[in-house]
């Protein structure tokens, strides 16, 4: 669910973050002669509060 900015998810085993979490992910692009870039940028999750977690289950 888009809400602002923010892109918000629910899945029960995903709701199970109990305290703010960050994931680096990496992605890797590789040309047709072999050259490699990598990028790389953060995905942060922040434990919704239960009025949130409400809205979410609703909307899914």
Same mark, same amino acid.
């Given at each position: 669910?888009?809400?602002?900015?923010?892109?918000?998810?629910y899945?029960?085993?995903?709701?199970?973050?109990? @305290?703010?979490?960050?994931?680096?992910i990496?992605?890797?692009?590789? *040309? !047709?002669e072999? $050259?490699?870039?990598?990028? @790389?940028?953060?995905?942060?999750?922040?434990?919704?509060?239960?009025? *949130? !977690?409400?809205? $979410?289950?609703?909307?899914?």
């Amino acid at each position: 669910m888009l809400k602002g900015n923010e892109l918000r998810i629910y899945d029960g085993a995903l709701a199970q973050i109990e @305290s703010d979490i960050d994931h680096t992910i990496v992605l890797r692009r590789t *040309d !047709a002669e072999g $050259m490699q870039v990598d990028k @790389s940028f953060v995905v942060s999750f922040t434990k919704a509060d239960d009025d *949130d !977690a409400a809205e $979410m289950a609703r909307s899914a």
